[in-house]
């Protein structure tokens, strides 16, 4: 039994604000706190279980997600066995590549922790360029140079 005058009553202190995560994604780098505060509250929080998937190689995908709290594993189907391609840990980011491509999902992504997660999907990307376009644009612009940086490194091994 614990003794509820020797908890940490400050916890709530230690937890990162959704402007604080979004300061540290490169994709919002940049923004002003009034434009990640705009960007926070298009944010949707998801908490997926221990070996939950978030999604599926192959499914339609619609938004980018960041770690607010777990570890999500990221794989790939090869010869009927998943490859393990990235383990992503708070603050990581991954799925940007649906925020501008209709296609499929590339990858598997699962919580190997319980997790939360924050979604941000090409639905409020889309509506954001017709409310804020300068805002959207610089979005979008941020997105395309985390892309290209992604595709060099995977062209240069």
């Known amino acids: 039994m614990t003794n509820a005058f020797w908890d940490d009553i400050f916890k709530y202190s230690k937890k990162k604000s959704d402007i604080q995560i979004l300061e540290d994604i490169p994709v919002f780098k940049g923004l002003s706190r009034f434009e990640l505060n705009k960007v926070a ?92 376009p300068r805002l959207a644009c610089f979005i979008l612009y941020q997105l395309s140079t985390v892309i290209g940086k992604r595709l060099r490194l995977q062209t240069e091994t």
Do not use: C, W
């Open 41 to 132: 509250k298009m944010l949707h929080l998801r908490s997926y279980k221990k070996d939950e998937y978030i999604f599926h190689e192959k499914e339609p995908g619609e938004s980018m997600y960041i770690i607010k709290s777990g570890e999500i594993l990221i794989t790939k189907n090869k010869n009927q066995k998943e490859t393990v391609i990235s383990n992503l840990t708070e603050g990581s980011f991954f799925g940007e590549v649906s925020l501008v491509d209709e296609d499929v999902r590339s990858a598997n992504a699962k919580a190997i922790t319980d997790s939360e997660v924050l979604g941000f999907f090409r639905a409020d990307l889309m509506n954001l360029i017709d409310r804020n």
